[in-house]
Nanobody
Framework: QIQLVESGGGLVQAGDSLRLSCAASGRTFSNYVMAWFRQAPGKEREFVAYITSSGSRTFYADSVKGRFTISRDNDRNSVYLQMNSLQPEDTAVYYC??????????????????WGQGTQVTVSS
């Protein structure tokens, strides 16, 4: 079991960058695959990015591909989301999520057993 705490959100202008962090408790963080999701006001939570337990493979939503980068440091029990060229449509609460094994598809909310409380990202035009 792990607990997740996100940080790094804030208010930025279009074109700026932000780096989100997600710190995990527990000794077995390296066993977990991790992902970032986001939820904009009035919208459903959606997949953003995914990383395997070793960090060797990553996947992205089409809307962020080429702008966002997910990474992890298993020695620091942390996963990160580097967000570049931010746009107003990226405004949302960003959540990190983890699970030991993906049973279906890595972009589904239902695959993840552990969630952080979220961090707000607001991008002004």
């Amino acid at each position: 079991q792990i607990q997740l705490v996100e940080s790094g959100g804030g208010l930025v202008q279009a074109g700026d960058s932000l780096r989100l962090s997600c710190a995990a408790s527990g000794r077995t963080f390296s066993n977990y695959v991790m992902a970032w999701f986001r939820q904009a006001p009035g919208k459903e939570r959606e997949f953003v990015a995914y990383i395997t337990s070793s960090g060797s493979r990553t996947f992205y939503a089409d809307s962020v591909k080429g702008r966002f980068t997910i990474s992890r440091d298993n020695d620091r029990n942390s996963v990160y989301l580097q967000m570049n060229s931010l746009q107003p449509e990226d405004t949302a609460v960003y959540y990190c999520a983890g699970t030991v094994r993906i049973r279906g598809s890595w972009d589904l909310l239902s695959e993840y057993d552990y969630w952080g409380q979220g961090t707000q990202v607001t991008v002004s035009s």
